[in-house]
C-alpha cells in the first residue's frame, strides 16, 4: 500500500464512521456496483446478475464473500496490489489465481488473514502501508511490526476502529477529539469482554478523553 493509497484510506474510514450503512438500493435499473453488493448478500440472485459488466473493484466486493463465484471472473489480471491485498486477506485460497504473488501487498494481504504459514511470508520489504493493514487485521502481528513508533493518529484510530484489541498501546489517546471518539464508540467493541467493575474502571481510564466529565463512583 503505498502512501497516497494509505492517506485516502484512512480519510474515507473516518469520514464514513460519522454515518449509519444503509441498504443497498433496489431500484431499477440497478448499476453492477449495486449488484455486487446484493450478491455478495444473496448469491441465490445470481441468474439475475449482469457478471459480465462487473470492474476488477466489483469482483472483489463478491469474491470477499462469495469464493465459489471465483469461476465466473476473467479480470485476475487486472486486479491490482491493493485490491489483492483487500481480497486475499479474506480469502487467501485465490492466491493461485495471481500472477504477481511476490508484491510485498499481497504478502502484508495473507499475513493479515492469518495464514497458516505465515512464518514464511518476507515482511523485509514491507512498506509502512503495508504493515498498517496487517496490523489493522490481525493485530496479533503487533509485536512483529517493526516500524510501530511510526504510526501517526489517523492509523492509530482506524486500528481502533476495527478493533480494540491494540488499546492499551495507544500512544496518542490524548490527541482523539470528542468527535474521534463518537465515531471511534469503542465501548460497545469491548463490552462483551468487560465481566467486572475493574475491568470497566480500566476502561474508562484508558479513554479518559470523552469521559473527563464524569464521575465514577464506587
Known sequence: ?????LNTFLDLEWNCAA????????????????????????PELQEFCPFAEFTPADWVVVLEKQLPFAWRCSC???????????????QPTLLHYCEIP??????SGLLASDWPFEKEIDTSDFTLGDWFWTVKHNPS????CP????FTKPMWWSLLYSSADLLPDCPCLDQFSDEDWRRL??????????RT???FRKLIDLTRHPFRNSRFNE
Open 102 to 107: 511476490d508484491h510485498p501487498a499481497l504478502r
Open 76 to 90: 485476475w489480471k487486472d486486479f491490482t496490489p491493493h485490491q489483492w491485498q483487500r481480497l486475499l486477506r479474506r
Open 141 to 144: 502481528t503487533w509485536f512483529q
Open 19 to 42: 454515518f449509519t450503512p444503509e441498504e443497498t438500493s433496489v431500484s431499477a435499473p440497478l448499476s453492477p456496483t449495486q449488484w455486487a453488493r446484493i450478491i455478495s448478500r444473496h
Open 197 to 199: 467493575r475493574e475491568q
Open 185 to 194: 464508540n469503542i465501548v460497545p467493541k469491548l463490552k462483551d469482554r468487560i
Open 1 to 5: 500500500m503505498t502512501n497516497a493509497e
Open 147 to 150: 516500524c510501530r513508533e511510526q
